[in-house]
């Protein structure tokens, strides 16, 4: 981090890229304990395959696979959305996670990443359960919303796209995603800075989508639609459950 942050800055802010864990020797136990052991082949090869790419970092964090895992098998989700896809390692996750028979709709503006973990996608033999858009999100889950036979036929929900939409994919998420369902949101601690007490004192490339994500944090701690759970796991992940 740079010298030039005030004291309180540094001291907020998340100790390495990936993990907003007191020391960098704590995240790498934890990767090294349970999250990169169980971790599926295809799942490693992705992430090596991502490695090289000059913008790895929006790769979701490795310590996120396990929990989302466990999620989609909870609730037996077979009918999941994905908006924010890169070279998928969120996606090829889910495609491991659900039935031979479930359906991914996966958005991303840019197919040029998607067909970076392509290859290996296949290899896996997960293919068949994705269905992927090359879109901005918001129209396609606008048009979805268009056939009311879509309303509350989806099991899961992961959000890792446009942070500044993100109150715009929760509004259309809340119909498309079933009672009893779940939502994810990724990133939702903005590197630490949503707890940085003043504007003035966050670093220029973190204002932006912190005030997006402060907003979304508001709306979803008093939205009684769902039960949440805030994580730190990652750059924080917020889990949605739909209650009504
Ligand atoms: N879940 C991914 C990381 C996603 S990174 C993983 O596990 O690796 C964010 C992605 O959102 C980028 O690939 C970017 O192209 C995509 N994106 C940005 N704006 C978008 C929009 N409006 N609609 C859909 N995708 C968008
Ligand atoms: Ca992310």
């Known amino acids: 981090m740079e010298e030039a942050f005030e004291p309180v800055t540094k001291r907020i802010l998340q100790t390495s890229s990936k993990c907003l864990l007191q020391s960098n020797e704590l995240h790498q136990y934890i990767l090294e ?4 052991p169980r971790e599926p082949e295809p ?28 999620l989609l098998k909870l609730i037996n989700a077979k009918k999941t959305i994905e908006i924010g ?31 970076i973990g392509l290859p290996i996608i296949r290899n896996a033999g997960v293919e068949h359960k994705i269905d992927f858009i090359e879109s901005p999100a918001l129209p396609v889950l606008d048009k ?9 036929s989806f099991d899961y929900a992961y959000v890792d796209a446009d942070k500044d939409n993100y109150l715009n994919y929760h509004e259309r998420l809340m119909k498309l995603v079933r009672i009893g369902g779940i939502i994810l949101y990724d990133n939702t601690l903005w590197g630490g800075s949503v707890a940085i007490p003043d504007d003035s ?11 997006h994500i402060i907003k979304l944090n ?12 805030h994580i730190p796991l990652g750059d924080g992940v917020t889990v949605c459950w739909r209650l009504s």
Not at 57 to 70: F, H, N, R, S, V
Not at 218 to 229: C, E, G, N, Q, T
């Open 218 to 229: 508001k709306f979803l701690a008093a939205d009684p639609r769902i039960h949440i759970s």
């Open 144 to 152: 979805f919303l268009e056939h009311p036979e879509n309303e509350g």
């Open 85 to 115: 896809v890169f070279t998928g390692y969120s996606l090829l996750l889910t495609a491991l996670s659900i039935p031979d028979d479930g359906k991914i709709t996966a958005i991303d503006i840019n197919r040029e990443t998607y067909e």
């Open 33 to 36: 304990t349970s999250v990169y």
């Open 201 to 211: 004192l966050v670093p220029e490339n973190l204002k932006f989508s912190r005030v």
């Open 43 to 70: 799942l490693k090869e992705l992430r090596d395959a991502t490695s090289t790419q000059p913008r790895k970092i929006m790769a979701t964090a490795p310590d996120e696979g396990p929990l989302m895992a466990l």
